[in-house]
C-alpha cells in the first residue's frame, strides 16, 4: 500500500548529491594534519563552490537575530495605548466643547479631570476607568483599550488570537474565557496524575480550533503552550521596570475585567510546574528600533529569538555527537526561508553520502578514518602530481634479467638443463624444420631445438622510509610534504611493486613503525627531539626480517639526532646533539650498509650545520643526499626509489619515468 506525506521542499528531480569535491577538499585537509572527522566537518562548514555550508547558514542565523533586536522595542502596546487614550481624550474635549446645553459646573469638572491625568498610560486608564464618557467617538477609543489589551494577552499565550477576536462580541470572550477555565482544570487534573487520554481528547474536539500547531496528545500541547508562555515571561523580563509596572496596571482592565488575568496566571504556573526546563528566566536587549512590538507580537519575537539560538547551536555542531540530522528544517526554514531549508538539507544529505561512500569508516575506538579505497584515491592524485614532476628526469626501477621467472620478454634462447621456463613452440618447431633439410631422415624433434621463453625478473626491495615527525618538521611546514610524500610511495608499492615490502617509520623523540592511515591521520606532535637511531633500529629489523630483498633505505629529515635510545628502553634527549646520540646513529647505519642497503638522505632546511653532517653520514655507507624543495619531495622520494638500484635509463627513452607514469594500466590500477 502506498504512503504518502507532504512534499518537504527541494528540486524532486535533482540528481544525486555529488561527493567528489566533498572528497577532494577532505583528502587536502587530511594532508594538511585534519583528522578525517575533522576535514569533513570543516568541508560541511565551508561548503563547496556551489553550495553553502554551516558558517553561511550561521550567519544568516545571527544576521537574523541581530535585525530582530535592532529593528523592534518592546513598548508597542503601550505605544498604542498612549495613542488610544490621547485619541479618547481629545474626542472627549471636543465634545464637552460643543455640548453647549451641558451645565457649566459638570463641563467645566470634567475638563479639569481630564487635564489632570496622570502621565502614566496605565494610571490614566485606571482614573478613567468610571468616567461617564460623553462622547461616542471617545468611549470608543476607550474600550479599544480593553479590548486590546485583552487581546494582547491571550495572544502572548495562543498565536493568532489578536486578530481572532478583533470585533469579538461578548459571546466570543464568553467562549475563550471556558476554554481557558476547561485548559486549566486540565493541566491541574493532569499535575496531578488524574487525566485519561480521553480527556485531552473531548477537550480538543471542543476548543481545537484554537490551536494551530494539531496537538495530538497533551504532551504535544503543554510543549507549544509551555514555549510560547516561557517567551511571553521573557519578554517581561526583557523590559524596563517601568515598562513592566505600567503592563501589570494596564492588565487588570484587559476585557474591562481582572477575570481574564486571574486564568491566565493560572495557566502560567501550571505550565511552570509542568514544564521547568523551559527559559522562565531569561531576557533579551532590545534596541531602539521604530518598530514598536505589541505583547503578541514580542511574544513571538522572543519566540523566534529561542529559535534562531537553537539553530544557532545546531548549526555550530561544537557539542558531542553533532549530527547535521539534528538541524530542524522547519525551524530554518520559517527563519531564513525554504531556501536555507533546502541548502541545510543538502548538507545532510552530503554528510549521509560521505559516511555510506566507502570513503569513511569508524575504527574500534569510535574515530572516524579514510577507507583504503579512499586512500588509494588520495595516492592516486599524489602520484598524478609526481608524474608531472618527474617527466624529463632519469631513473628506472626494474632490472630484467634473462632466465628467472616473470613477465615475459618477447625473446628465447636455447633450453638449458634445469630451466623450467616455458617452450618457444614457434620457434622450437622452426629449428626443427630447419635441422631436417639439412639432415633428411632425422627425428622430428630433438632436444638441440628446444628454445624457450625469456621472461623479465624484478629484483624484490624491502624498502623502509623513515620520515622526521619532530618538533621542527610541523613548525617550519614540512608536515604535509611529508605525508604527501608517505602516502605517494605507499600508493606506488602497492599498486606496481607489490613485491617489495614497505615500511613506514615516523621519528621525533622516539621512533614508531606505522600504516599509512595512521600516519596520514597523525597530529602534528611538538615534542622536541629527533630520535634517528631509534629509526634506523627498526629500519634494520624490517631488512632482517627480508634477507632475499634488496634493502633500499629512505631517511627524511630536518634536524641532527638529538634524542636515542638507551639500552633501558628510555629516550635520552639532549641539545645540541649528544656525542653518544651522535655515535650511536652511525652504529645502527653501519649495520644497514652491512646488510646491503643503499641509502638516501632528503635534507630539508638550510642549515649548514645539518648538511655537513647528513653529507658525512652519506659518505660512510656510500649513500647519496638530495636536498629537494618541500613541493619536490615526493618526486624526489619516488624517483630515489625508482632508480635506487638499477641504474637509470634516459628520460623519454624506453623504460624512462614518461613511459611508466603514463602507462593506461598504472592509473587504471
Given at each position: 500500500?502506498?504512503?504518502?506525506?507532504?512534499?518537504?521542499?527541494?528540486?524532486?528531480?535533482?540528481?544525486?548529491?555529488?561527493?567528489a569535491?566533498?572528497?577532494?577538499?577532505?583528502?587536502?585537509?587530511?594532508?594538511?594534519?585534519?583528522s578525517?572527522?575533522?576535514?569533513?566537518?570543516?568541508?560541511?562548514?565551508?561548503?563547496?563552490?556551489?553550495?553553502?555550508?554551516?558558517?553561511?547558514?550561521?550567519?544568516?542565523?545571527?544576521?537574523?537575530?541581530?535585525?530582530?533586536?535592532?529593528?523592534?522595542?518592546?513598548?508597542?502596546?503601550?505605544?498604542?495605548?498612549r495613542?488610544?487614550?490621547?485619541?479618547?481624550?481629545?474626542?472627549?474635549?471636543?465634545?464637552?466643547?460643543?455640548?453647549?446645553?451641558m451645565?457649566?459646573?459638570?463641563?467645566?469638572?470634567?475638563?479639569?479631570?481630564?487635564?489632570?491625568?496622570?502621565?502614566?498610560?496605565?494610571?490614566?486608564?485606571?482614573?478613567?476607568?468610571?468616567?461617564?464618557?460623553?462622547?461616542?467617538e471617545?468611549?470608543?477609543?476607550?474600550?479599544?483599550?480593553?479590548?486590546?489589551?485583552?487581546?494582547?494577552?491571550?495572544?502572548?499565550?495562543f498565536?493568532?488570537?489578536?486578530?481572532?477576536?478583533?470585533?469579538?462580541?461578548?459571546?466570543?470572550?464568553?467562549?475563550?474565557?471556558?476554554?481557558?477555565s476547561?485548559?486549566?482544570?486540565?493541566?491541574?487534573?493532569?499535575?496531578?496524575?488524574?487525566?485519561?487520554?480521553?480527556?485531552?481528547?473531548?477537550?480538543?474536539?471542543?476548543?481545537?480550533?484554537?490551536?494551530?500547531?494539531?496537538?495530538?496528545?497533551?504532551?504535544?500541547?503543554?510543549?507549544a503552550l509551555?514555549?510560547?508562555?516561557?517567551?511571553?515571561?521573557?519578554?517581561?523580563?526583557?523590559?524596563?521596570?517601568e515598562?513592566?509596572?505600567?503592563?501589570?496596571?494596564?492588565?487588570?482592565?484587559?476585557?474591562?475585567?481582572?477575570?481574564?488575568?486571574?486564568?491566565?496566571?493560572?495557566?502560567?504556573?501550571?505550565?511552570?510546574?509542568?514544564?521547568?526546563?523551559?527559559?522562565?528566566?531569561?531576557?533579551?536587549?532590545?534596541?531602539?528600533?521604530?518598530?514598536?512590538?505589541?505583547?503578541?507580537?514580542g511574544?513571538?519575537?522572543?519566540?523566534?529569538?529561542?529559535?534562531?539560538?537553537?539553530?544557532?547551536?545546531?548549526?555550530?555542531?561544537?557539542?558531542?555527537?553533532?549530527?547535521?540530522?539534528?538541524?530542524?528544517?522547519?525551524?530554518?526554514?520559517?527563519?531564513?526561508?525554504?531556501?536555507?531549508?533546502v541548502?541545510?538539507?543538502?548538507?545532510?544529505?552530503?554528510?549521509?553520502?560521505?559516511?555510506?561512500?566507502?570513503?569513511?569508516?569508524?575504527?574500534?575506538?569510535?574515530?572516524?578514518?579514510?577507507?583504503?579505497?579512499?586512500m588509494?584515491?588520495?595516492?592516486?592524485?599524489?602520484?598524478?602530481?609526481?608524474?608531472?614532476k618527474?617527466?624529463?628526469?632519469?631513473?628506472?626501477?626494474?632490472?630484467?634479467?634473462a632466465?628467472?621467472?616473470?613477465?615475459?620478454?618477447?625473446?628465447?634462447?636455447?633450453?638449458?638443463?634445469?630451466?623450467?621456463?616455458?617452450?618457444d613452440?614457434?620457434?622450437?618447431?622452426?629449428?626443427?624444420?630447419?635441422?631436417?633439410?639439412?639432415?633428411?631422415g632425422?627425428?622430428?624433434?630433438?632436444?638441440?631445438?628446444?628454445?624457450?621463453?625469456?621472461?623479465?625478473?624484478?629484483?624484490?626491495?624491502?624498502?623502509?622510509?623513515?620520515?622526521?615527525?619532530?618538533?621542527?618538521?610541523?613548525?617550519?611546514?614540512?608536515?604535509?610534504?611529508?605525508?604527501?610524500?608517505?602516502?605517494?610511495?605507499?600508493?606506488?608499492?602497492?599498486?606496481?611493486?607489490?613485491?617489495?615490502?614497505?615500511?613506514?617509520?615516523?621519528?621525533?623523540?622516539h621512533?614508531?613503525?606505522m600504516?599509512?592511515?595512521?600516519?596520514?591521520?597523525?597530529?602534528?606532535?611538538?615534542?622536541?627531539?629527533?630520535?634517528?637511531?631509534?629509526?634506523?633500529?627498526?629500519?634494520?629489523?624490517?631488512?632482517r626480517?627480508?634477507?632475499?630483498?634488496?634493502?633500499?633505505?629512505l631517511?627524511?629529515?630536518?634536524?641532527?639526532?638529538t634524542?636515542?635510545?638507551?639500552?633501558?628502553?628510555?629516550?635520552?634527549?639532549?641539545?645540541?646533539?649528544?656525542?653518544?646520540?651522535?655515535?650511536?646513529?652511525?652504529?645502527?647505519?653501519?649495520?644497514?650498509?652491512?646488510?646491503?642497503?643503499?641509502?638516501t638522505?632528503?635534507?630539508?632546511?638550510?642549515?649548514?650545520?645539518?648538511?655537513?653532517?647528513?653529507?658525512?653520514?652519506?659518505?660512510?655507507?656510500d649513500?647519496s643526499?638530495?636536498?629537494?624543495?618541500?613541493?619536490?619531495?615526493?618526486?624526489?622520494?619516488?624517483?630515489?626509489?625508482?632508480?635506487?638500484?638499477?641504474?637509470?635509463?634516459?628520460?623519454?627513452?624506453?623504460?624512462?619515468?614518461?613511459?611508466?607514469?603514463?602507462?593506461?594500466?598504472?592509473?587504471?590500477?
Amino acid at each position: 500500500m502506498a504512503r504518502y506525506q507532504r512534499y518537504d521542499g527541494g528540486d524532486p528531480l535533482a540528481p544525486p548529491v555529488d561527493i567528489a569535491e566533498a572528497l577532494d577538499a577532505i583528502g587536502n585537509d587530511v594532508m594538511a594534519g585534519y583528522s578525517p572527522e575533522r576535514a569533513m566537518r570543516e568541508f560541511l562548514r565551508r561548503g563547496g563552490s556551489d553550495q553553502a555550508g554551516l558558517d553561511d547558514l550561521a550567519r544568516r542565523v545571527a544576521e537574523r537575530r541581530r535585525d530582530l533586536l535592532q529593528r523592534n522595542n518592546l513598548d508597542g502596546t503601550l505605544r498604542e495605548v498612549r495613542e488610544l487614550l490621547e485619541k479618547a481624550v481629545l474626542e472627549e474635549r471636543k465634545q464637552l466643547a460643543r455640548d453647549a446645553m451641558m451645565d457649566d459646573g459638570d463641563r467645566a469638572f470634567r475638563e479639569m479631570r481630564l487635564q489632570n491625568l496622570p502621565d502614566s498610560p496605565a494610571a490614566a486608564v485606571t482614573e478613567l476607568g468610571d468616567y461617564d464618557w460623553q462622547s461616542s467617538e471617545a468611549r470608543e477609543a476607550f474600550e479599544q483599550i480593553k479590548d486590546l489589551l485583552g487581546r494582547e494577552l491571550l495572544d502572548q499565550r495562543f498565536s493568532g488570537m489578536k486578530q481572532a477576536l478583533e470585533n469579538a462580541t461578548d459571546e466570543d470572550r464568553q467562549a475563550i474565557n471556558e476554554m481557558l477555565s476547561d485548559l486549566n482544570d486540565l493541566l491541574e487534573k493532569h499535575a496531578a496524575g488524574q487525566d485519561t487520554p480521553e480527556d485531552f481528547q473531548d477537550f480538543m474536539a471542543k476548543h481545537g480550533q484554537h490551536f494551530p500547531e494539531n496537538p495530538q496528545t497533551i504532551d504535544e500541547l503543554l510543549d507549544a503552550l509551555a514555549q510560547r508562555s516561557a517567551a511571553a515571561q521573557r519578554m517581561l523580563n526583557s523590559m524596563t521596570p517601568e515598562q513592566r509596572a505600567e503592563l501589570m496596571q494596564l492588565s487588570a482592565q484587559a476585557f474591562g475585567s481582572p477575570a481574564l488575568m486571574d486564568q491566565l496566571n493560572r495557566l502560567d504556573q501550571s505550565l511552570m510546574g509542568l514544564r521547568p526546563g523551559e527559559d522562565w528566566g531569561g531576557s533579551e536587549q532590545f534596541g531602539e528600533g521604530g518598530n514598536g512590538l505589541g505583547l503578541g507580537d514580542g511574544t513571538g519575537v522572543l519566540q523566534d529569538l529561542a529559535d534562531l539560538d537553537a539553530l544557532a547551536d545546531q548549526l555550530s555542531q561544537s557539542y558531542g555527537g553533532a549530527r547535521l540530522d539534528d538541524v530542524d528544517l522547519d525551524k530554518l526554514a520559517r527563519q531564513l526561508g525554504n531556501e536555507a531549508a533546502v541548502d541545510a538539507r543538502k548538507l545532510q544529505e552530503l554528510e549521509q553520502a560521505l559516511r555510506q561512500s566507502g570513503a569513511m569508516e569508524r575504527s574500534f575506538d569510535g574515530e572516524l578514518r579514510l577507507t583504503p579505497k579512499a586512500m588509494r584515491q588520495l595516492g592516486k592524485a599524489l602520484l598524478r602530481d609526481v608524474a608531472t614532476k618527474l617527466s624529463g628526469r632519469q631513473g628506472q626501477r626494474d632490472l630484467r634479467q634473462a632466465g628467472a621467472a616473470g613477465d615475459l620478454s618477447g625473446a628465447s634462447r636455447p633450453w638449458a638443463f634445469g630451466d623450467t621456463e616455458p617452450w618457444d613452440i614457434p620457434r622450437t618447431m622452426l629449428n626443427g624444420v630447419l635441422r631436417r633439410s639439412g639432415e633428411p631422415g632425422g627425428p622430428m624433434l630433438s632436444i638441440d631445438d628446444v628454445e624457450v621463453s625469456e621472461t623479465e625478473a624484478r629484483t624484490q626491495a624491502a624498502v623502509a622510509l623513515c620520515v622526521d615527525t619532530s618538533f621542527s618538521m610541523a613548525m617550519d611546514g614540512r608536515w604535509v610534504p611529508m605525508k604527501q610524500t608517505a602516502l605517494a610511495l605507499h600508493t606506488l608499492i602497492g599498486s606496481r611493486f607489490r613485491g617489495d615490502s614497505l615500511e613506514l617509520i615516523g621519528f621525533g623523540r622516539h621512533a614508531q613503525t606505522m600504516q599509512i592511515e595512521e600516519l596520514t591521520a597523525l597530529d602534528a606532535r611538538w615534542a622536541k627531539g629527533t630520535n634517528l637511531h631509534h629509526a634506523l633500529l627498526l629500519a634494520n629489523r624490517h631488512f632482517r626480517k627480508h634477507p632475499n630483498a634488496q634493502p633500499v633505505l629512505l631517511i627524511v629529515t630536518d634536524g641532527e639526532p638529538t634524542s636515542h635510545l638507551e639500552s633501558s628502553g628510555d629516550v635520552f634527549f639532549a641539545y645540541p646533539p649528544h656525542p653518544m646520540t651522535i655515535a650511536l646513529a652511525v652504529r645502527e647505519l653501519d649495520n644497514a650498509r652491512r646488510l646491503g642497503a643503499q641509502t638516501t638522505f632528503f635534507r630539508l632546511g638550510e642549515d649548514p650545520g645539518l648538511a655537513r653532517f647528513i653529507e658525512s653520514m652519506a659518505r660512510r655507507v656510500d649513500g647519496s643526499v638530495i636536498a629537494p624543495e618541500e613541493g619536490d619531495l615526493g618526486a624526489a622520494v619516488v624517483g630515489s626509489y625508482l632508480g635506487s638500484r638499477h641504474g637509470a635509463r634516459a628520460a623519454g627513452g624506453p623504460g624512462s619515468y614518461r613511459d611508466f607514469f603514463g602507462s593506461r594500466g598504472f592509473w587504471a590500477g
